[in-house]
């Protein structure tokens, strides 16, 4: 590698870091698509492994925050964002950001709050052709960037596994990413989505994320 590679680049004050906690296990196609993704700035790698995801969220946060990043980019060693997410997600200079995630079922893995109060997934099709920002209740933190001042505003522990915990699922279970967002929309900030940046979420399914049938030429690493 030449001086300049991306690779070469990380700083002790990265612009952005990485996150990518997992359970030590992520596919040839992931390491591949990590290699191709578009950096901006000086950057940093890290990740947290076989670790409770909340756990794993909240200390990659304080790893940031040590390293005085100024932005947290979570990518999920199962989705594999457009060659381009970053920059995209960056230009808009929002507090936070996610790429459209697809859930393995092969709908959008957005939710909006209903009017009982609950969760509720958008699962209409027509969302991918979106331009622009849509506003949402609940994002993966798959493909999710957010500006560390926003940890400096949401109260620790930032992210919190309440599935099983028979308080705080009222009024619904919440997954470390959900407990997120109703954390930091209680703090008066908005959770957007860029429609544009298509996530795939690898699955062993005989299908791809978006519900049509695998080819071996499937590329993970083009944005649409």
Same mark, same amino acid.
């Given at each position: 590698?030449?001086?300049?590679? *991306?690779?070469?680049?990380?700083?002790?004050?990265?612009?952005?870091?990485?996150?990518?906690?997992?359970?030590?296990?992520?596919?040839?196609?992931?390491?591949?698509?990590?290699? /191709?993704?578009? @950096? $901006?700035?000086?950057?940093?790698?890290?990740? *947290?492994?076989?670790?409770?995801?909340?756990?794993?969220?909240?200390?990659?946060? @304080?790893?940031? /925050?040590?390293?005085?990043? &100024? =932005?947290?980019?979570?990518?999920?060693?199962?989705?594999?964002?457009? $060659?381009?997410?970053?920059? &995209?997600?960056?230009? *808009? &200079?929002? #507090?936070?950001?996610?790429?459209?995630?697809? !859930?393995?079922?092969?709908? +959008? !893995?957005? *939710?909006?709050?209903?009017?009982?109060? +609950?969760?509720?997934?958008?699962?209409?099709? &027509?969302?991918?052709? +979106?331009?622009?920002?849509?506003?949402?209740?609940?994002?993966?933190?798959?493909?999710?960037?957010?500006?560390?001042?926003?940890?400096?505003?949401? #109260?620790?522990?930032?992210?919190?596994?309440?599935?099983?915990?028979?308080?705080?699922? @009222?009024?619904?279970? /919440?997954?470390?990413?959900? =407990?997120?967002?109703?954390?930091? /929309? !209680?703090?008066?900030?908005?959770?957007?989505?860029?429609?544009?940046?298509?996530?795939?979420?690898?699955?062993?399914?005989?299908?791809? #994320?978006?519900?049509?049938?695998?080819?071996?030429?499937?590329?993970?690493? +083009?944005?649409?």
């Amino acid at each position: 590698m030449g001086v300049g590679a *991306w690779e070469q680049q990380a700083s002790t004050a990265p612009l952005v870091v990485i996150a990518a906690p997992t359970t030590g296990l992520a596919t040839t196609d992931w390491a591949l698509n990590l290699l /191709q993704l578009q @950096k $901006v700035g000086p950057f940093e790698c890290l990740t *947290w492994r076989g670790l409770p995801f909340d756990v794993a969220r909240n200390r990659l946060v @304080k790893d940031a /925050q040590a390293k005085k990043a &100024r =932005y947290i980019w979570f990518v999920d060693t199962d989705v594999l964002p457009p $060659v381009d997410a970053l920059p &995209r997600l960056m230009r *808009w &200079r929002l #507090p936070i950001v996610s790429g459209l995630v697809w !859930a393995k079922t092969g709908s +959008t !893995a957005i *939710w909006m709050r209903t009017s009982e109060g +609950t969760l509720a997934p958008i699962k209409d099709p &027509r969302i991918e052709q +979106t331009e622009g920002l849509i506003t949402v209740d609940a994002v993966p933190a798959g493909c999710l960037l957010v500006d560390m001042r926003v940890f400096d505003v949401v #109260p620790y522990p930032w992210f919190r596994w309440t599935v099983d915990d028979p308080v705080e699922r @009222k009024p619904e279970f /919440q997954s470390e990413d959900f =407990y997120f967002c109703g954390q930091a /929309q !209680a703090n008066g900030f908005r959770i957007f989505v860029d429609a544009k940046v298509k996530c795939n979420h690898e699955t062993t399914a005989p299908v791809d #994320p978006f519900g049509r049938g695998l080819t071996p030429a499937l590329s993970f690493a +083009t944005a649409n």
